[in-house]
């Protein structure tokens, strides 16, 4: 059974104050053991748009669902359309200090892993291993028939040879990587189909409406169980997919930290919620710590 996408959440005013202070989140990196969890507030200093936060997409912009893409052709075409503009944008986004200070981090060993809920492969390109990629990859495309993977720039080289032409100016980018279009701008264009078996292809991307891998949230909660701690980093935590970890750490007894500036749907379960700008704080955080930041980070 799939879930009904759950697109906002409302603070509360009986939530918890946040603080300017990241002492507790010096305190947990320095003790180690520290597990990860990033959402789409960690790459909007690399351009990528967030859903929920000032300005975030959510206020003008309602995401595919997965009910929606596979029940309509129309809407895959639109899909594809807007998104093949929006990855040419998507694919040459860099990771910002955040990601670094995070990949620095996990190579001074104070980290026990990474969790993602953010498709763009930004933590990966900045040097972090073993990253667990929540709601999958922009990066890779899947066929709805055999399962066939197949790489998203070997597709967009398919897509512009289909399309020929295709220049319309979007009017913003996504955090999906969906660029903004009308009706008018994609009603010629033409998706392709799997090379395997002709079928239909999606991002290997959990789309709003369908569920996580079992096995993905089973290695994510065995990453929790096996954490002496819980740091979240640019997420609301308003979808379930990653609000589910936060209450399973706060309810072994496990620290949960979260570096947010607006409040969260974890802020209840939370030791802490510092609220300040994510890249500054966390690159004062490896300053503070004695860790060096990898300034050569590799483009995704």
Request: overall charge positive.
């Amino acid at each position: 059974m799939r879930t009904r996408p759950t697109l906002s959440w409302t603070p509360t005013a009986d939530l918890p104050p946040g603080t300017t202070d990241p002492g507790p989140v010096a305190d947990a990196l320095r003790a180690g053991g520290v597990l990860v969890l990033s959402g789409a507030g960690m790459s909007t200093e690399s351009g990528i748009p967030d859903y929920r936060g000032e300005g975030g997409s959510l206020r003008r912009h309602t995401p595919m669902t997965y009910q929606e893409f596979t029940a309509s052709a129309r809407a895959r075409r639109r899909y594809w359309a807007r998104g093949h503009l929006g990855w040419r944008t998507f694919g040459r986004a860099a990771p910002n200090a955040g990601h670094r200070a995070v990949a620095a981090f996990g190579r001074a060993g104070m980290l026990s892993g990474v969790i993602t809920q953010n498709v763009d492969g930004l933590h990966q390109a900045a040097g972090s291993e073993g990253v667990v990629e929540l709601h999958g990859s922009l990066n890779r495309v899947i066929c709805l028939s055999c399962g066939a993977v197949g790489s998203r720039r070997e597709l967009a080289l398919r897509l512009e040879e289909a399309n020929a032409g295709f220049e319309p100016t979007p009017a913003a980018l996504n955090p999906d990587g969906d660029a903004d279009l009308t009706d008018d701008q994609v009603r010629d264009f033409r998706p392709v189909p799997c090379t395997v078996c002709g079928g239909i292809l999606k991002p290997d991307v959990v789309f709003f409406g369908e569920n996580v891998p079992a096995e993905r949230v089973g290695r994510c909660r065995d990453l929790v169980d096996g954490a002496a701690s819980l740091l979240v980093l640019g997420s609301s935590l308003t979808v379930m997919s990653g609000l589910r970890f936060v209450r399973q750490a706060a309810r072994a007894g496990k620290p949960v930290l979260i570096v947010n500036r607006d409040p969260t749907r974890g802020d209840r379960d939370a030791v802490a919620r510092v609220a300040l700008p994510l890249g500054t704080t966390l690159t004062a955080l490896a300053d503070g710590l004695g860790v060096s930041l990898d300034e050569r980070a590799a483009h995704p």
